[in-house]
């Protein structure tokens, strides 16, 4: 990771806590609960020689009564480093990182430790769990340099580890993410493995020509796993997957090109070169289970990361989907234009947090807000939290939370409404 005082993404250096923030516009009350963000911040002296190797640091927020109550920040020091995500689920808080155990945290940002779920469970866990919005049952998976290279796991809606089972890879496969659908779930096994050879020195995974790139779904009730191979390709992040009416499963993601993927590797630390003008671009693959056909088409021409939808339609048909494209916030419409906000030249906007609105008896799927962190190039700018009305998003914020210092690009947020 590039540590110069000017990247967007340098680490800070130390905790603080700020109260009353400064708020221009208004923002909802419905809006009353937390944001927390994390990401990679080494300490001062820590070997991070790649961006996905920092150790955990997650920046919170607390909203209530139209008011930003305070803003922390607060290093994860737990075995894995869990720099990555949060989660919560049946009532617990979650710090993760694909390559270790949940660290669990409590809503002031104190670290309470590793969590097995009882002993039951014994991979890492990924960092992008699904939960479904019919059942709660969480699903999720671990992957690993060693056999078994893949499993599989279901966490019920109370909290209790109920189901795990190997699922067939060819090798050690970087599986970043995955998704889910009402009947199945939805596998990436694309060619990015691990090397033993870059242990040590970076983090240890590269692209293979001659991996292969394929897509599987799979019963959730159990049974084998339908194959479909596809172009070669990377996907760090899911949209969101469905079934159709014909019972074919559609999923939208970032796909990373081998040239995208190569420039992404090197930019974030990794040992790759690639063409800095390669990028990604929003995907979507139709698999049919019926005849084995798959068909792919770009949705879109403009490069964009972190997709994000309202929760409540995970695996199921959605019609928004919300992503990032440098300064800009982006709301898709499979029934109408795309809606874009663009904060303006060195600005960089983070991952956008659907939080769906509470008080309508039936709302729409885009009726809520999106919440964000910005951070601009320069180091003395400090970093701001939009609260973006999702419904309008080409609007600007309907408010924004100015807060006490640059936070630094980083991953993937959580709200945690006091509700919740």
Not at 52 to 65: A, E, N, Q, S, Y
Not at 69 to 96: K, Q
Not at 333 to 353: F, K
Not at 395 to 418: E, M, N
Request: proline share 7%; charged share 25%; aromatic share 10%.
């Amino acid at each position: 990771m590039d540590d110069d005082e000017h990247s967007y993404a340098a680490p800070v250096a130390d905790e603080i806590e700020a109260r009353d923030l400064v708020v221009d516009g208004a923002l909802p009350l419905e809006l009353t609960g937390r944001y927390f963000r994390n990401g990679p911040n080494p300490r001062p002296g820590d070997f991070a020689p790649h961006w996905f190797l920092g150790r955990g640091m997650i920046h919170g927020v607390r909203l209530r009564d139209g008011r930003a109550e305070w803003y922390r920040n607060r290093w994860i020091d737990a075995e894995g480093r869990p720099n990555t995500s949060v989660l919560d689920h049946a009532g617990r808080l979650f710090a993760l990182v694909e390559n270790a155990l949940p660290v669990e945290i409590d809503r002031e940002l104190g670290v309470l430790g590793p969590c097995d779920f009882g002993g039951r469970l014994t991979t890492a866990m990924t960092a992008h769990p699904k939960e479904d919005p019919d059942t709660g049952d969480l699903h999720f998976f671990g992957y690993s340099a060693l056999p078994p290279f893949l499993t599989y796991h279901r966490l019920g809606a109370a909290g209790r580890l109920v189901e795990s089972r190997e699922i067939e890879v060819p090798g050690p496969t970087m599986m970043h993410d995955f998704a889910i659908t009402e009947h199945h779930v939805v596998w990436l096994d694309l060619p990015v493995v691990f090397d033993r050879d870059l242990l040590g020195r970076t983090m240890p995974y590269r692209w293979s020509d001659s991996y292969g790139a394929r897509i599987g779904v799979m019963p959730k009730v159990g049974g084998q796993v339908q194959w479909f191979e596809v172009e070669p390709c990377y996907v760090f992040h899911v949209g969101n997957a469905s079934e159709d009416a014909a019972g074919r499963v559609v999923l939208d993601a970032v796909r990373y090109a081998r040239p995208a993927w190569m420039a992404t590797w090197a930019g974030i630390g990794g040992a790759a070169e690639g063409d800095a003008n390669a990028t990604t671009r929003l995907y979507r693959w139709t698999l049919d289970p019926a005849t084995g056909s798959v068909a792919e088409e770009e949705r879109d021409d403009r490069p964009v990361e972190f997709p994000t939808l309202n929760d409540a339609r995970t695996g199921r048909p959605n019609r928004y989907l919300y992503a990032v494209s440098g300064d800009a916030i982006v709301k898709y419409d499979d029934a109408g234009p795309t809606q874009t906000d663009a904060l303006g030249a060195g600005w960089h906007v983070g991952e956008a947090v659907f939080v769906p609105a509470l008080q309508a008896a039936d709302p729409a799927e885009d009726h809520g807000w999106l919440v964000s962190i910005a951070t601009h190039d320069r180091p003395g700018v400090a970093s701001r939290l939009l609260v973006h009305d999702a419904t309008d998003v080409g609007a600007g914020p309907v408010a924004t939370v100015h807060l006490p210092r640059r936070v630094p690009a980083g991953f993937h947020g959580r709200w945690i409404g006091d509700a919740r």
